[in-house]
């Protein structure tokens, strides 16, 4: 049982590039979120999603896009990186809305942005 | 603004010597406190949720306790895998919000 699955565990990217931070759960999870953690501060929520086919914004979503087309999914896409996304970024999945923080977590994506 | 306070920021303690750690927070209406461990490197790992005040949680070395102002994470004789950061966060009940406030955690180290 995989869990939480995140792609890449690194990237460096120069600013204004794009890129898609990957997320899969093998848990038949209905909530997953996305997450930031930067030094000296919480973790901020970025977007989340009840269910296939519903997105919403968190605190920070500036930024980021999100789309869930699967239950499994949930890609969050940077469409012009910039260094303030410099940060260590979470996937998370938990069993329904309802408990969307008693969730599992991925291992972290690491983003530089240069 | 809902805020939630850590305290210490950074813990050391002998193997052995159990000690509390803070987490204070002010929201509009509490649907839920949550802990977390989080190891170097890794996700954050869910523990606890405590939704009222005069809850209790207990699950090995550790237990979560919840006032109308705080929650305490007591550890009763630690071990050094008991070293990593622990997190807290409020969910708050206002509008049905799934947006939680996190803490910034308190870094514990437990000496062998």
């Known amino acids: 049982n995989a869990g939480v699955t995140q792609t890449p565990k690194f990237q460096v990217l120069k600013t204004g590039q794009s890129m898609t931070l990957q997320c899969a759960q093998d848990?038949?999870?209905?909530?997953m979120s996305w997450y930031r953690q930067d030094p000296g501060m919480g973790l901020r929520l970025i977007h989340y999603?009840?269910?296939?086919?519903?997105?919403d914004q968190g605190e920070v979503p500036n930024g980021y896009n999100v789309s869930r087309s699967t239950t499994e999914d949930f890609p969050l896409r940077l469409l012009s990186a910039a260094p303030s996304q410099t940060s260590v970024y979470f996937c998370?999945?938990?069993?329904?809305?309802?408990?969307?923080?008693?969730?599992?977590f991925g291992q972290g994506t690491r983003l530089t942005v240069v | 603004e809902d805020q939630v306070t850590q305290s210490p920021e950074a813990l050391r303690l002998q193997e052995g010597e159990s000690s509390s750690l803070n987490c204070s927070y002010t929201?509009?209406?509490?649907?839920?406190l949550f802990w977390y461990r989080q190891d170097p490197g890794k996700g954050p790992e869910f523990l606890f949720t405590?939704?009222?005040a005069g809850e209790e949680k207990e699950k090995e070395r550790l237990k979560a306790t919840l006032t109308k102002k705080e929650s305490f994470l007591h550890i009763t004789a630690p071990k050094p895998e008991d070293s990593a950061t622990y997190l807290c966060?409020?969910?708050?009940?206002?509008?049905?919000?799934?947006?939680?406030?996190f803490g910034r955690g308190t870094s514990l180290i437990v000496h062998p």
């Open positions: 998370a999945s938990s069993y329904a809305a309802g408990a969307s923080l008693e969730a599992f």
């Open positions: 848990m038949n999870h209905e909530y």
């Open positions: 999603s009840v269910g296939a086919g519903i997105t």
């Open positions: 929201v509009s209406g509490l649907r839920g």
């Open positions: 405590l939704y009222s």
């Open positions: 966060a409020v969910r708050p009940l206002a509008g049905g919000s799934y947006i939680p406030t």
